[in-house]
């Protein structure tokens, strides 16, 4: 699968203080899918725009 990159990474702070760093949807998809435990509408907003992004 072709990687694909944002021009500009976006990075995070979790309310714990670790910090994580995405460097494109499929970084984000990884950590969206398992970490977090809520479905809110924005986490499923969220992983439909990282699987778009990568089909």
């Known amino acids: 699968m072709k990687q694909v990159l ?3 990474p976006l ?15 499929y970084d984000a998809l990884d950590f969206l ?5 809520s479905q809110g509408k924005w986490q499923r907003r969220a992983i439909s725009d990282c699987r778009a992004a990568l089909s």
């Open 6 to 8: 944002w021009r500009v």
């Open 11 to 25: 990075s995070i702070t979790r309310q714990n203080g670790m910090s994580h760093r995405f460097c494109g949807p």
């Open 33 to 37: 899918e398992p970490e977090w435990s």
